[in-house]
């Protein structure tokens, strides 16, 4: 494609020009937000706020610019004003600071592996900061579970400096850059959802994971690939989630109870084998089957039984500080209270929190 540059060095710096119709299909401006944003010919203001407001502030100031007309407004403007783009030739969008954009970021993850940048962060490797990586997806989880919008946007802040991270040592080994792994999620996150991007199709949301299933052989087929049923779950995750995932996909192969109550018998037989079990090796292997009974009670309740022992975990982790709490103020430590207080205590508080749930 060729373009007439005859006027680029009368054009200013860092703006980007964009058709107004060619957002009409969008979710998304398609446009670095650190740079000013120019929408030749603006068209639909209703949808065009549900774009600019993905990574905008509604109070972002805006300008309407044509032959006829010059308006300062805002963002949230352009949900609240009938026949605002009306004379209107020109949008333009003014620029958010470097800070809040996806490529400056990348910028400064670059800089801190390159020549000139931080001796720990040129010295990591794909491996070196798995652990890290590990560790900041719990305190993400952490976060979810106390639902603590400032954790969860720091939490998220770390999760991305990591995939950065660990993009940009690819680029340096000449491995993969940012555009391979954009792609590649991309493409498969269309392909998964055909029904959205290919040929519209109105599904609920229990045919969904279904269909992904179906997708998912074919694109093992197209790829070539002859793994199992259970390959391609990772076995690096927690117990009770790969159980989670291994029974799920299991199941729609037809490797799955008939009723609940089988399930039930199942846990009652596992439940006599390990009171039965000798040695400690047999007691291991009959609690693992218990556990594995109850991960699949769960997935028939539509329980993430991950999920639903972390929360069990932080009200354990509640009971006993409130207890422990009580105890520091009458005894030395908490190994001085006797039992009958504790468990007042523990009782106390698990009966306040069952009527702060009720409220």
């Not at 992904?212 to 690096?236: F, N, P, V, Y």
């Not at 991960?295 to 009971?319: C, G, Q, T």
């Not at 520091?328 to 009958?340: A, G, T, V």
Request: hydrophobic share 35%; with cysteine; glycine share 6%.
């Amino acid at each position: 494609m060729m373009f007439d540059l005859s006027e680029l060095d009368r054009m200013p710096e860092n703006v980007v020009v964009l058709a107004g119709s060619g957002l009409l299909t969008k979710r998304h401006l398609s446009a670095p937000p650190d740079m000013t944003v120019v929408i030749r010919n603006p068209e639909q203001p209703s949808l065009l706020f549900e774009i600019l407001r993905e990574e905008y502030p509604e109070n972002h100031p805006l300008q309407l610019q044509g032959k006829k007309i010059s308006r300062d407004l805002t963002v949230a403007d352009l949900n609240t004003t009938d026949g605002i783009f009306e004379n209107a030739e020109y949008l333009v969008i003014s620029p958010l600071p470097e800070n809040r954009t996806f490529e400056n970021f990348q910028n400064t993850v670059a800089i801190l592996r390159g020549p000139h940048g931080c001796p720990w962060d040129k010295k990591q490797t794909h491996q070196s900061i798995r652990s890290d990586f590990l560790q900041e997806v719990y305190e993400l989880l952490d976060g979810l579970d106390r639902n603590d919008k400032n954790m969860i946007v720091e939490e998220l802040g770390d999760i991305l400096f990591h995939v950065i991270l660990q993009t940009q040592m690819g680029v340096d080994n000449g491995e993969f850059t940012m555009g391979d792994v954009i792609s590649h999620v991309n493409d498969k996150i269309v392909f998964r959802h055909e029904h959205v991007f290919g040929n519209p199709e109105e599904l609920d949301a229990e045919q969904v994971p279904q269909r992904w299933e179906q997708i998912k052989q074919r694109e093992r087929a197209k790829q070539h690939k002859k793994g199992g049923l259970l390959d391609g779950i990772s076995r690096s995750m927690p117990a009770l989630s790969m159980a989670f995932s291994y029974q799920g996909r299991a199941a729609k192969a037809g490797f799955e109870w008939e009723t609940e109550d089988d399930g039930w018998r199942k846990l009652a037989e596992e439940l006599d084998e390990f009171k039965q079990a000798q040695t400690p090796q047999e007691k291991e292997e009959e609690l693992g089957d218990i556990l594995f009974c109850v991960v699949n009670l769960a997935r028939w309740h539509k329980i993430d039984p991950e999920s639903a022992l972390r929360m069990s975990n932080l009200k354990f982790y509640d009971r006993v500080h409130h207890v422990e709490k009580q105890a520091l103020d009458r005894y030395p430590d908490l190994f001085s209270m006797p039992r009958d207080e504790k468990e007042m205590y523990w009782n106390e508080y698990k009966a306040a929190g069952k009527l702060e749930e009720q409220s």
